[in-house]
């Protein structure tokens, strides 16, 4: 099983779309015939914090869930929310997905 763990941080102001955008993503997620599990949760003392874990089946779970289309649309709403995001994979041997996490989810320069 392959799991991958991330913080996001949002502009307060963009919180509450970025929680409905999120609502249709982990949703879509949820159905990927690799995906063990998706949760998304907010912090209590800094509602504009979220924990996202992901867990996969295999590597070739991980990256069919990759090259759907709506990765492309987390990407750029990443930007329009001002999306912090930094993660880790826990679980076999993933060079591949780390390289990915560093260059698609990496913080958009400002």
Known sequence: ???VHASLRVREEHRNEFVQFMK???SRTRTEPGNVGFELTAHLDEPATFTMVECWR???AVRDHFAQDYIAEFRTHRDRFDLTITGTVIGGPMEPLQEWLRHV???PAH
């Open 58 to 60: 295999d590597e070739d």
């Open 1 to 3: 099983m392959i799991m």
């Open 105 to 107: 989810l990496a913080t």
């Open 24 to 26: 249709r993503y982990v």
